[in-house]
């Protein structure tokens, strides 16, 4: 039987990010070409609901589709004042909420996190949401974790995503976990885009350019992405870069959006999972190929950033696991 997901719309929705989910997961199929989810909207009363482009979308189904749903995604919308003044959800939205069974996934687009904050879902948790408004975020609901520079954060059963395509992000993150790599860049090939993205959201956030913008930190980015193997400091980078270490970190942060050392873990994060996924090395041996030098360390972070461990992530995707594993 496919997974349920039903996709709700609410007043202000996003018109593009509406059909995402449906887009994606659509295009997720077996072997046999059976589809692997079954999509449906709905919206609150089964109404008709105004888009934030300023025209009317018709559905089939109310909030009662929730119920039965294995997994929700909470479409983009426009967040209204009294949400953004009070952090506290309309009553006709909690009461669809409360429709939602406790082993449900649930998934935000963009600011649709702020929907799942004031239900109290992302209490003690780590989430993101469009970087613009994560400050808002924060303050307004201090026991959540919020990360601006991700492009999702996967908690387990609940999952926030940052803005526009970060939407396509998160569902094909949950095609990879749910079936695999291999299903998942089929799905993403069928959408025209890419299996996984590099990098997160950082990259998309407005900050000054550096008065001084003249030399670029690109030509030292991609040295140091090929040799992740190696054991590089933010010194070896500065110096690749003809530049001081202060004046490499106020240019690579200016164009980048993060700390060099905080980039280089992510791309090694990025090279590591890459292996797992679709090779049969070792762990000990990952480790070593992205430059975390022991399986000690690629574990530490793997709990840190994913939290699971590389063979558990290697389990979740469906990749070889060689008997030979190093733990």
């Avoid at 039903?6 to 997720?28: K, N, P, S, T």
């Avoid at 008065?211 to 030509?219: E, H, I």
């Avoid at 762990?283 to 070593?288: G, I, S």
């Amino acid at each position: 039987m496919a997974h349920r997901i039903a996709v709700l719309a609410l007043e202000g929705v996003l018109a593009m990010d509406l059909g995402i989910a449906a887009r994606v997961f659509d295009a997720a199929c077996d072997p046999a070409g059976t589809p692997l989810y079954s999509v449906t909207t709905c919206s609150l009363g089964g109404r008709p609901v105004r888009t934030h482009e300023g025209f009317r979308i018709v559905v089939d189904h109310d909030e009662s589709l929730l119920e039965s749903a294995d997994t929700v995604v909470i479409a983009t919308q426009e967040p209204e004042r009294h949400l953004l003044a009070t952090g506290e959800l309309p009553p006709e939205v909690a009461a669809a909420f409360a429709r939602i069974g406790p082993r449900t996934r649930v998934v935000s687009l963009c600011t649709s996190a702020f929907l799942l904050a004031a239900a109290g879902l992302l209490d003690g948790m780590r989430a993101t949401t469009h970087w613009a408004l994560c400050d808002a975020f924060a303050r307004l609901f201090p026991r959540i974790e919020v990360d601006p520079d991700v492009l999702f954060v996967d908690n387990g059963r609940v999952l926030t995503s940052a803005g526009g395509a970060a939407g396509i992000d998160v569902c094909l993150h949950l095609i990879r976990r749910d079936h695999g790599a291999a299903v998942a860049g089929a799905a993403a090939r069928r959408c025209v885009v890419a299996p996984w993205r590099e990098g997160g959201q950082a990259q998309f956030i407005e900050h000054p350019v550096p008065k001084d913008a003249g030399r670029s930190t690109s030509a030292t980015r991609q040295w140091a992405l090929d040799r992740l193997a190696e054991p590089l400091t933010l010194e070896d980078m500065a110096r690749h870069a003809h530049m001081s270490v202060r004046t490499f970190t106020r240019r690579f942060r200016g164009e980048v959006g993060t700390s060099p050392l905080r980039w280089l873990l992510q791309c090694r994060l990025n090279q590591a999972r890459r292996l797992l996924e679709s090779t049969e090395l070792t762990v000990a041996r990952v480790a070593t190929a992205s430059g975390f030098g022991d399986p000690v360390a690629l574990r530490k972070h793997f709990a840190a950033h994913l939290g699971l461990s590389p063979l558990a992530y290697r389990r979740a995707h469906n990749a070889p696991d060689p008997t030979a594993v190093s733990r």
